[in-house]
């Protein structure tokens, strides 16, 4: 877990000047992982990706 969190902080820091990107990568996360534990939200995240696009 904390490899994995570390390794997430890291991407987090490198795009820390483009706050609008983090944001984006954060919501993007977020939704691949709701995703990952609850299939049946598959669909939403991948809509809501379409619309970030």
Avoid: C, Q, Y
């Amino acid at each position: 877990m904390s490899f994995t969190e570390s390794t997430h902080n890291n991407m987090i820091d490198m795009h820390k000047e483009r706050r609008g990107h983090t944001f984006v990568h954060k919501s993007i996360v977020m939704s691949f992982t709701e995703s990952t534990h609850n299939p049946s939200l598959h669909r939403s995240s991948s809509s809501t990706l379409a619309r970030t696009r």
